[in-house]
């Protein structure tokens, strides 16, 4: 029972370049959520995917940003332009939401940096 | 709509003391209440969460958390606190029956001084 994992770890980039970001949830896990973090500061939401439902795009901060999650599992976000500001680590969480009881498990992040 | 908040960014406590990290929500019906921890350099962890029943909750490393309906508060309380409890902490809440995101607070700094 592998857990959430994300790749790259680590990703270093140049301002204006495009990156990509891979979320591998636990398998069976309906739900995946991406999110944002600052300097180890709060969590800052960017999108909900829930089964087959349209995701919850409400967090993206920008039309820069998307994501998309294949065949119900792996989801990736997208960085189009990036800028310096973009820098932060991004979590991804999945959870199977019984009935909104869903306990959250979150990967090791992945480190952007925009040079 | 569903918000939590936690109303202060950091919370000092001496090693051996009580301590107590405050969340308060706000949802239409009935909530789910989570709490998670981010120790240093490593991910988020889930620490305990109130579904139903008993109001107090214990958590993983000695935690507990009380879930007060009247004054929708669900803070997070341990009797004596350990250095290697110094960490962020974030509260979460979301609305029962219902399939929409789990929103968080933006955290709370805890700092246990020895």
């Known amino acids: 029972g592998a857990g959430v994992s994300q790749s790259p770890s680590n990703k270093v980039t140049e301002k204006g370049k495009d990156v990509e970001l891979r979320c591998d949830p636990i398998?069976?896990?309906?739900?995946l959520y991406w999110y944002r973090q600052s300097l180890g500061q709060g969590l800052e939401f960017l999108i909900y995917?829930?089964?087959?439902?349209?995701?919850?795009k409400s967090g993206l901060p920008s039309d820069r940003f998307s994501a998309e999650r294949t065949g119900g599992s792996v989801s990736t976000l997208t960085i189009q332009r990036t800028q310096q500001e973009d820098s932060a680590v991004y979590l991804c969480a999945s959870s199977f939401p019984a009935g909104g009881t869903d306990t959250q498990y979150f990967g090791p992040g992945t480190r952007l940096t925009v040079l | 709509a569903q918000s939590v908040a936690q109303p202060e960014d950091q919370v000092n406590v001496a090693e051996g003391n009580p301590l107590t990290v405050k969340c308060t929500y706000s949802?239409?019906?009935?909530?789910?209440l989570f709490w998670y921890v981010q120790y240093p350099n490593r991910g988020l962890q889930f620490l305990l969460k109130?579904?139903?029943?008993?109001?107090l909750v214990k958590g993983s490393y000695g935690f507990e958390a009380e879930f007060n309906k009247s004054q929708t508060s669900f803070h997070l309380k341990k009797p004596s606190a350990l250095v290697s409890d110094s960490a962020l902490y974030f509260c979460a809440v979301r609305e029962k029956n219902r399939d929409d995101k789990i929103i968080f607070g933006k955290g709370t700094r805890l700092h246990i001084l020895p």
């Open positions: 995917f829930q089964g087959n439902s349209a995701p919850d």
């Open positions: 109130y579904i139903t029943g008993d109001n």
């Open positions: 949802v239409s019906g009935n909530p789910y």
């Open positions: 398998s069976g896990h309906t739900a």
